[in-house]
């Protein structure tokens, strides 16, 4: 597929995206398209705070997780390592 292909492809699924995103915004507020094609750049960044937030937050539950995995699997490998009392 040439690069002129692709834009165009590319174009038209941005488009048929775009319309979507209008189209069921139209409908779950009923807000003018204008006013919904104006207010879209906010809504992306704002998208891209949200997602850029729970992204964090999840990488450090999943560093904390794993923290406390290797605390448990090292108190586990001394527990067994631990010679039986005579």
Known sequence: MGFS???IVGGAVAG???AYYVR???VQTG???FDIVRRLPGDVLRWADETKARAT???EEGKTAARDRDAEF????LAAGEPPAA
Not at 74 to 77: A, D, E, N, P, S
């Open 5 to 7: 292909t692709r834009l």
């Open 57 to 59: 937050h999840a990488l």
């Open 31 to 33: 807000q003018s398209y």
């Open 16 to 18: 048929a995206a775009l």
């Open 24 to 26: 069921s915004r139209r």
């Open 74 to 77: 090292t108190r586990q490998l």
